[in-house]
């Protein structure tokens, strides 16, 4: 399984950023994948997750509204599209990947990308 982020970058508040996760190693419809996100001195949080089971789940009451999570299976990638950023989304994001249901747990997570730096300034 391999899991690769990409798309970050530094963004004005107000503005917009997709992420990609490009995925191999395993078959969407028996797996899971979901966006974490980690600042510094802060715990590793859940913020959305996809299965062909589930459809999309948010884990992150903050991003309702501004973020969504789409799969395109033609590609074998998964894409966290975040509109209305804020100073307070600056984080490293990333695409993890577990067979069977969403969770917004990270332990719940085997597999793991590298992670993608997003900075929004003020």
């Known amino acids: 399984v391999q899991l690769v982020e990409s798309g970050g970058g530094l963004v004005q508040a107000g503005g917009s950023l997709r992420l990609s996760c490009a995925f191999s190693?395993?078959?969407?419809?028996?797996?899971?994948i979901a966006w974490f996100r980690q600042a510094p001195g802060k715990e590793r949080e859940g913020i959305l997750c996809?299965?062909?089971?589930?459809?999309?789940?948010y884990y992150e009451d903050s991003v309702k509204g501004r973020f969504t999570i789409s799969s395109d299976n033609t590609k074998n990638t998964v894409n966290l599209q975040m509109n209305k950023l804020r100073p307070a989304d600056t984080a490293v994001y990333y695409c993890?990947?577990?067979?069977?249901?969403?969770?917004?747990?990270?332990?719940?997570?085997?597999?793991w990308g590298q992670g993608a730096q997003v900075t929004v300034s003020s």
């Open positions: 993890t990947a577990e067979e069977g249901r969403c969770s917004g747990w990270y332990r719940t997570y085997a597999y």
């Open positions: 190693g395993f078959t969407f419809d028996d797996y899971a």
């Open positions: 996809i299965s062909t089971s589930e459809g999309s789940r």
